[in-house]
């Protein structure tokens, strides 16, 4: 049974354009979200992150929303760049300190310019 | 500072074999977990330790193994190993636990 899902495998935008990239998740307990980004060949990145008690972080062109009543977050970026190609991944922990991070099965994003 | 360190970075094995993957993490970092990556499956959570103890384990056979070291680096050991086992292994580490993970770029095992 998957906790964190992201029902799009993939999404291409043009370059100057708002990327939205979701992700839903079916564990109420989860309490801390993060957005990973990978490119080819290499280990995942931190993107971004949020705690349950927020509904929204932003960290330059990045911006992740929550809403915890859909349980669904989403992670905004805007502009994309062609250098934000890449596969971005969600993940959820739960249990403050003592959980493990659930992962999305990623959505590949292409921006094309 | 030098990133998490995974060793080697391509492995070829045939069915049947053992396998031992290495990690060494950040320095000052004392976690690590372990998670294989295939194509449309996500990252899977193998196992995490904590001050060489293991903490919490995913939902993979008794084949997939780790231990941590006092100086904190990992290694992961797969046993037996099946076709379904060629993945990206990737290893991960943070100061505490899961807050928020570096990981590695990996180990890409092909199994024959």
């Known amino acids: 049974d998957q906790q964190v899902k992201q029902n799009s495998p993939s999404l291409s935008v043009q370059e100057g354009r708002i990327s939205i990239l979701n992700c839903d998740y079916t564990?109420?307990?989860?309490?801390?979200f993060l957005w990973y980004k990978k490119y080819p060949a290499e280990g995942p990145t931190f993107l971004i992150s949020i705690s349950s008690i927020k509904d929204k972080n932003e960290d330059g062109r990045f911006t992740v929303f929550l809403n915890k009543s859909a349980k669904h977050l989403s992670l905004h970026i805007v502009p994309s760049q062609p250098g934000d190609s890449a596969v971005y991944f969600c993940?959820?922990?739960?249990?403050?300190?003592?959980?493990?991070?659930?992962f999305g099965k990623g959505t590949k994003l292409s921006v094309k310019p | 500072k030098a990133g998490v360190t995974q060793t080697p970075r391509y492995l070829i094995k045939t069915r049947g074999q053992q396998v031992t993957l290495s990690c060494s993490p950040i320095s000052g970092h004392r976690s690590v977990s372990w998670y294989q990556q295939t194509p449309g499956q996500g990252l899977q959570f193998l196992f995490e330790y904590f001050s060489e103890t293991q903490r919490n384990k995913g939902n993979f056979p008794g084949r997939f193994s780790g231990r941590q070291f006092s100086n904190s680096r990992s290694e992961m050991n797969v046993s037996t190993l099946e076709l379904g086992d060629s993945a990206l292994y990737l290893c991960?580490?943070?100061?505490?636990?899961?807050?928020?993970?570096?990981f590695g770029s990996g180990t890409q095992l092909s199994v024959l």
């Open positions: 991960a580490s943070s100061f505490a636990t899961n807050e928020k993970l570096f």
């Open positions: 993940a959820a922990r739960w249990g403050g300190s003592q959980g493990n991070l659930i």
């Open positions: 564990n109420s307990m989860f309490d801390y």
